[in-house]
Structures are given as C-alpha cells and as structure tokens.
C-alpha cells in the first residue's frame, strides 16, 4: 500500500469519534469504527465508517487515561453516562473516544521488516491515540468503508 494514500486515509479520522475496535470475527484483521461528522452548515452528513487494518500481525492496546484518573473511576455507574454524569472520575459510558491526537503512520522498524519479509508483501505500522485508548497496529492494507448505523461487528448468524 502506498504510504502517501495511507496517511490520507489515517489523516481523514482525525478528531472524530472511535465508537469500537478490535479484530473481527475471523481474526485476521482489525478493524475500529469511526463515528464521522462535519460542521452542520456543510450538508455533510455523519456516517459511521470501518478502518479496515488487514493482515493485522500485531494489535496493542493500552490505557491513555492517567493512573490518577483511573484511582478515582472504579465506581460502576460510571460505565454508563446517566448514572456517572454528575460523579467525579472518568465516565467510561459515553460509550467513544475522541480520535485526538489522532492516527499516525510509524516510521519502517525492525518489525515491519521482518513481517514484510515473512508475508512477502509490505506491512506498516500506526498509533491511533485517543482519549481513552492507544493502539499500535501492524498490518499491511488499510480499507475504509461505511457501514450501517447500528454496525455489530460480532453479530453471528
């Protein structure tokens, strides 16, 4: 994949909302859902778009919420916005994350090379910061799409 469409493609989620991640069902890719909007007086309107990170050899997920915040935001009303709203620590309900700073392509590491070499096709690797979550993603295609309101990733037939 070209690295100049590439980072396009991660520049367009920038400041958006991330509403899920994780690999889909079949475990090969991983996939986060963007909740996308615009200014109101551009008629563009809000769609939910998949980030789809194929081949995806290595997802890691950590915390972006400080220690500090974390001590204060054990209470189990806070997993959902209308009983956390007036607790102090963070509510974990609002049920997204601010894509802030946003997503960004890594320079080529050890990694990338050596899980080029063993697919035998490029591989690249991205952080996507949040307010909630880091991810750190390698993988070797990028797909976006739109998918339906009320997407569920994990819905078996």
């Given amino acids: 994949m070209d690295t100049a469409v590439l980072e396009q493609m991660l520049d367009e989620a920038f400041d958006h909302?991330?509403?899920?991640?994780?690999?889909?069902?079949?475990?090969r890719d991983y996939e986060v859902i963007v909740y996308a909007t615009a200014?109101?007086?551009?008629?563009?309107?809000?769609?939910h778009l998949r980030y789809l990170f194929r081949y995806c050899v290595e997802a890691r997920c950590e915390t972006s919420v400080p220690a500090e915040t974390w001590r204060?935001?054990?209470?189990?009303?806070?997993?959902?916005?209308?009983?956390?709203v007036d607790l102090d620590g963070y509510v974990w309900g609002v049920k997204w994350q601010c894509l802030?700073?946003?997503a960004k392509l890594l320079p080529e590491s050890e990694a990338t090379h050596r899980w080029s070499n063993a697919l035998g096709v490029?591989?690249?690797?991205?952080?996507?910061?949040t307010n909630a979550q880091n991810l750190?993603?390698?993988?070797?295609?990028?797909?976006v799409s739109e998918v339906p309101v009320g997407y569920a990733p994990f819905v078996t037939e």
Wanted: net charge negative; with cysteine; charged share 25%.
């Fill in 17 to 27: 909302a991330v509403v899920h991640h994780g690999y889909t069902s079949y475990m």
């Fill in 39 to 47: 200014d109101p007086r551009t008629g563009i309107m809000p769609s």
């Fill in 72 to 84: 204060v935001s054990s209470d189990d009303r806070l997993i959902e916005s209308e009983t956390g």
């Fill in 100 to 102: 802030y700073p946003g």
């Fill in 122 to 129: 490029d591989c690249h690797e991205v952080r996507i910061e």
């Fill in 136 to 143: 750190t993603l390698l993988f070797s295609d990028l797909q």
